[in-house]
C-alpha cells in the first residue's frame, strides 16, 4: 500500500468542495488493513475531520458493538465540555465518562492518508484484510467486511421498519 487516493479540487488547498466542521460522515467505504495495521482513511473522511481542525482521527473501542468508533475534534470536544461540566465527585456518572476517555487515542494521520491501528483495537474489532468504513453523522464506524455484513441487514430492516411506521403516522386520519 504506498498511500490513500486524494480528490482534489481546483482552487481549494484542502480538496474539500462544500465540506465544512459540520459536514456529516455519510456513505459506506471499502477498505483494506495491511500487515502492518494501517488503514487508509477515506478521503471525504478526512477532508471532515480536517475542516474540524483534527490533526488526525479519535478512534475507541466501540462498547457494544466488535467495531471501531472514530470521530472528529469536534465531537471530542462537546463531550470533554460536558464530561468536565460534571461533578468529578459523583463518580458514578463522571467516572464513567471518563472511562470513554481511556478507550480513545488520537492517531496521526500521515502524509497518505493513512493510521496505524494499535493491535488491541484490531483484536476488539477482529479485523481482518477486508474493512468497511461506516459514515454514522458525527462519527465513523470501521468493521471487519464480514462481521458487518449481518448488522447492515440488522440496520437496514430496522431503518425500513422506522420509514414504515412514520408513513403510517403521517397517513393516520
Known sequence: ????????????KNGAVGVSANTPFSGMSAGTLDKKGRICIPVLYRQILS???????FVRIALN????????????????DAQTAGDPFSTTVYDTEAFLLSLTQELTIDDTGRVR????????????????????????????????APVFQERRA????????????????
Open 1 to 12: 500500500m504506498t498511500g490513500c487516493p486524494t480528490r482534489r479540487a481546483e482552487g481549494d
Open 51 to 57: 475542516a474540524q481542525n483534527t490533526n488526525g482521527v
Open 65 to 80: 458493538t466488535p467495531s471501531l468508533e472514530c470521530l472528529g475534534a469536534s465531537v471530542m470536544q462537546k463531550f470533554f
Open 117 to 148: 491501528l494499535p493491535d488491541d483495537f484490531i483484536a476488539h474489532a477482529g479485523l481482518s484484510e477486508n474493512i468497511t468504513f461506516v459514515g454514522m453523522s458525527s462519527k465513523f464506524e470501521i468493521w471487519d467486511t464480514a462481521r458487518y
Open 158 to 173: 430496522a431503518a425500513a421498519a422506522l420509514l414504515k411506521a412514520r408513513q403510517q403516522q403521517r397517513a393516520a386520519p
